[in-house]
Structures are given as C-alpha cells and as structure tokens.
C-alpha cells in the first residue's frame, strides 16, 4: 500500500494565496497539484486526471513547489543527455583518426567503426548508437547524385528522339 501523502499546513497556505494571485499556468499547476490531495483527499492518479497531466507530472509539479516554497528551487531540465557512453570530448577523439581517413577519400564501413567503438567501451553496441553518435557531431552520409549537374533534360529528349539507330536485327 503506498504511503499516505503528508502536505503541511504551511505548505497549502502558500498554495492558496498563489492561486488566488497568480497569472502563470505553470504555477497555478503547481498550487493545484499541492491543494487537490491536501483538502480534497485526491490520489497522485485522480490529481492527475483532474490537472490532465500524467502522474509522474503530479508529483515533479509537487516536488518544484516545495522547493520553491522552501528556497532552494533549481532549476533541472527535463532532458538531455541521459544515458552518455561517452563524453562529447571522447566523442571527438574517437573520430578523429576516422575523420582523417574519411578526408583522403576513403570509403568509412561503419561494422569497422561499430567494432572499434565496442571495443573502446569494452561492451556491444547497436548500429544504431553509432548512427547517432555520427549524426550528432554532423557527420553525413555523402552519395552520388541521381544525374550530372550540368544534364539538361530538353537536350536529352531531342538525343532521344533524332539519334541515329544503329543496332542491327537479328
């Protein structure tokens, strides 16, 4: 059974006169996610269902308002970078010796580079992974172009059309 929530009396003080006064959406969220459980007896879900944000949104609005409240609000995006194998700087020296190769013209195999990468991890790792890694420092996969630059289509058509035939029937 989870643990009863404990909202102090403070706490919903603070939230009420924020309600009252407030303008921004964000905090009204945020006074609502404290006030809802605190005098209606609402659970995490039915707060949540009531503001129409997820439950896990319910308790980070209720976590930010107690530290606003208590003076030690700092600000921690919700993003990023999470789950780094390496570092952007690792990132940068692992393809530098490609990068030199792939500007002498050289065809890059990306199993090579996926192989190199698993071993300086010491652990596989998806295609994928190096797909991103590639992206995310700009690097992109060069192919020829489907027809010359300086192909003219009006002069192809006319070759078409008055070229001399010059096979023979069997």
């Known amino acids: ?18 309600v009252a006064q ?6 009204l969220l945020e006074a609502q996610s404290i006030l809802l459980p605190a005098l209606h007896g609402t659970s995490l879900e039915q707060t949540a269902s009531l503001l129409g944000v997820s439950r896990a949104t319910v308790h980070r609005l ?12 700092v600000v921690k995006p919700h993003g990023g970078r999470r789950r780094v194998l390496m570092s952007l700087d690792q990132e940068r020296a ?7 190769q792939a500007k002498e013209g050289g065809v890059l195999v990306v199993s090579a580079m996926r192989a190199d990468l698993s ?4 652990r596989p790792v998806a295609a994928s992974v ?9 690097w992109r996969k060069v192919a020829p172009d ?22 023979v029937p069997c």
Not at 22 to 27: A, I, V
Not at 94 to 100: D, E, G, T, V, Y
Not at 119 to 122: T, V
Request: proline share 6%; charged share 30%.
């Open 1 to 18: 059974m989870a643990r009863p929530t404990t909202i102090d009396q403070e706490l919903v003080q603070k939230a009420q006169t924020l």
């Open 146 to 167: 489907t027809r010359h630059p300086k192909s003219d289509p009006k002069v192809q058509e006319d070759w078409k059309k008055n070229s001399p035939k010059r096979w």
């Open 62 to 73: 209720q976590v930010k308002f107690r530290a606003k409240c208590r003076g030690r609000f």
């Open 130 to 138: 190096l797909y991103r890694l590639l992206a995310r420092h700009g």
């Open 119 to 122: 071993q300086q991890l010491g």
């Open 22 to 27: 407030t303008t921004d959406l964000q905090e």
């Open 94 to 100: 692992f393809l530098r010796p490609w990068a030199q």
